[in-house]
């Protein structure tokens, strides 16, 4: 896997204005696969959606998304055990696993209670005919940042099981351990801020962080249809 990052970035936080700026900084390093009519752009919501609509737009890509979220532990909904995909697809943190103390039936309703959140986003936004269509293409997955990296694993998955030719990860920031569990999952990454703190939160490398709400994706995905029909 070949590791595209900004040696001057490296460890550093406050470095994007936020992510707007973020996405404009990494589609510089993407300009190689401007105009591809074999290459589409896929955001993992919601943070990433910003993130892949700038790709899209600033690259002539095709754009879409690819549904995966976070398993979130039962009283904590900030801390996560995994990763699952609007398919059914999941990996599981075995670490987190055991420090909780979870047994089978509570993971397998977790998992259960994303995917039926999943589902609901996708009546919201609108993609009842929800279709991954990245065979024998070049997927780019973008998000805002890898904390873990197992949100970005399973989308992985997803997309190379579709038959992808060729997958690029692309993200502003991501953690140093996240880096070494994506090795040799993928073809490239583009990261440009890599840190080692053992405490990450991807909102450190930006200046104005703020929660992308549902609403505020519909509101986006509609804006780039519109200017699809346009064109």
């Known amino acids: 896997m070949k590791i595209i990052d900004d040696p001057s970035l490296r460890e550093k936080i ?11 900084k990494l589609a510089e390093r993407l300009s190689e696969y401007k105009d ?44 996560g055990l995994g990763a699952v ?4 697809r999941y990996l599981i943190n075995r670490e987190v696993v055991e420090l909780a103390q979870l047994p089978p039936h509570i993971i397998a309703r977790c998992i259960s209670n994303e995917l039926n959140e999943i589902e609901s986003r996708m009546r919201k936004w609108g993609l009842i005919k929800y279709n991954l269509d990245v065979k024998d293409k ?11 990296g197992y949100t970005m694993s399973v989308a992985v998955e997803a997309v190379k099981n579709r038959g992808s030719k060729q997958v690029i990860i692309a993200v502003p920031t991501g953690s140093s351990e996240a880096l070494r569990m994506l090795h040799d999952k993928v073809d490239m990454v583009i990261c440009l801020n890599v840190r080692s703190s053992r405490v990450f939160a991807v ?12 609403d505020e994706v ?14």
């Not at 070049?138 to 873990?148: F, K, N, R, V, Y």
């Not at 509609?222 to 029909?229: G, M």
Request: proline share 4%.
């Open 14 to 24: 406050k470095i994007f204005r936020d992510r707007v700026d973020a996405a404009e």
């Open 36 to 79: 591809r009519m074999d290459t589409v752009v896929l955001a993992i919501p919601s943070g990433g959606v910003p993130i892949g609509l700038i790709l899209s737009r600033k690259l002539n890509l095709e754009f879409n998304l690819v549904m995966v979220r976070k398993i979130h532990l039962p009283w904590n909904p900030e801390a």
């Open 85 to 88: 995909s609007w398919d059914g």
């Open 138 to 148: 070049i997927a780019i997955i973008a998000d805002d940042g890898l904390a873990s």
């Open 203 to 214: 909102a450190d490398a930006y200046i104005e962080w703020r929660d992308i709400s549902d």
């Open 218 to 231: 519909k509101n986006l995905l509609a804006e780039y249809n519109c200017a699809r029909r346009l064109r």
